[in-house]
């Protein structure tokens, strides 16, 4: 069972960046892709970002595209996510999420972390 574990959540003025980590326990051909989703209050949760281990091909949500970078480190089984211009908008709580492929969906992907929460102050 794989584990995902994010982390760098916190609470920033509009404007501002933050850079969420995701550690997953493994790296398998079953979780070659990973993701990041988001969720706001009273708000389904929706597709932010993806990559994959094996590729260089990142994959970006229209209302983050140009802000946010999603990277990784094979080395350290290590996703990020680097948020920059945040807006208030971006609050929410932002899950990791691993599968066998690329997609945009929440059912396309069968591991999840926690989350962590984001909260932009304008």
């Known amino acids: 069972q794989v584990q995902l574990v994010e982390s760098g959540g916190g609470l920033v003025q509009a404007g501002g960046s933050l850079r969420l980590s995701c550690v997953a326990s493994?790296?398998?051909?079953?979780?070659?892709?990973m993701a990041w989703f988001r969720q706001a209050p009273g708000q389904e949760r929706e597709f932010v970002a993806a990559?994959?281990?094996?590729?260089?091909?990142?994959y970006y949500a229209d209302s983050v595209k140009g802000r946010f970078t999603i990277s990784r480190v094979n080395a350290q089984n290590t996703v990020y996510l680097q948020m920059n211009s945040l807006k208030p908008e971006d609050t929410a709580v932002y899950y990791c999420?691993?599968?066998?492929?690329?997609?945009?969906?929440?059912?396309?992907?069968?591991?999840w972390g926690q989350g962590t929460q984001v909260t932009v102050s304008s």
């Open positions: 990559v994959r281990w094996t590729g260089a091909s990142t």
């Open positions: 493994e790296r398998t051909f079953s979780t070659d892709a």
């Open positions: 999420a691993a599968d066998r492929s690329v997609g945009v969906k929440v059912d396309e992907y069968k591991y």
